[in-house]
């Protein structure tokens, strides 16, 4: 009922509804709903359900006053491109990039930004330099996918990846206005190389720590800051660091 209630806030009647019908289905089909003007697909299931909960009724990836017109977002971990649909709803005519390497979750992410202008999409992996690494079904700490160096009992399959300069570079951008990484602990691997090259021209860097998978990542973060001037803020699971000096 919590759940119902909190769907009723941002969706219609009929919408919280079948939210709350096709939830509980007991087995995996997809289904699609109305946010605001755009159709979103979903997974039936905790996990698409959950991440939906988070973006679209938590609001994890609101901005604040500090952002008032973004022009260029990187989407690191986009998963089925719920988080996409968001900043479009709120910054209509961004440039999105999209970073997703697990095939399943990336048609997904195809099938939600087919309807979206400037939106670009990557199946690939993020690491700190080009890499041909293992994706795995980490489920044990995550519900999301894990990628690794290493092969293991868990692989599923190897990926290519892109270092987030590679994508600066490919997309010739000279400014990033949002960030967004959620990428299951990889996080830590790109912060420990060079990551002012890339902070350094970023103005708001939305991200998800994962010690869980990858002890000390949040170290690692606040190590890689430790020479920026910024606020923070913290909505869910999800920190928030605003670079003054590229804002104000």
Known sequence: MKRFLKHLVVFDLFTSIYLYITFKLPFLTIISIKYKKFKVYLRTGKIDFFVLNQIFCDEQYKSTQY?????????????????????????????????????????????????????????????????????????????????????????????????????????????????????????KIILESNPDEWLSITKCLMIETHDRIMKNSAKTLFEALRNYSYDLEVSGETLKFFNLSKIN
Do not use: R
Not at 127 to 151: L, P, Q, R
């Open 67 to 187: 952002i008032k017109n973004a022009k260029i977002i990187l989407d690191l971990g986009a998963n089925i491109g719920l988080t996409t649909l968001y900043f479009k709803s709120i910054f209509p005519e961004a440039t999105i990039i999209c970073v997703e390497p697990e095939t399943e979750n990336f048609k997904m992410l195809e099938k939600n930004t087919d309807q979206l202008n400037s939106v670009f999409l990557e199946n690939k992996g993020v690491w700190s330099h080009s890499a041909s690494i293992f994706i795995e079904n980490n489920t044990k700490y995550s519900d999301g996918f894990t990628v690794s160096e290493k092969k293991s009992e868990i692989t599923m399959a190897s990926i290519d990846c892109l270092s987030i300069i590679e994508i600066i570079k490919k997309y010739n951008l000279l400014q990033i206005d949002i960030l967004k990484m959620d990428i299951e602990g990889s996080e």
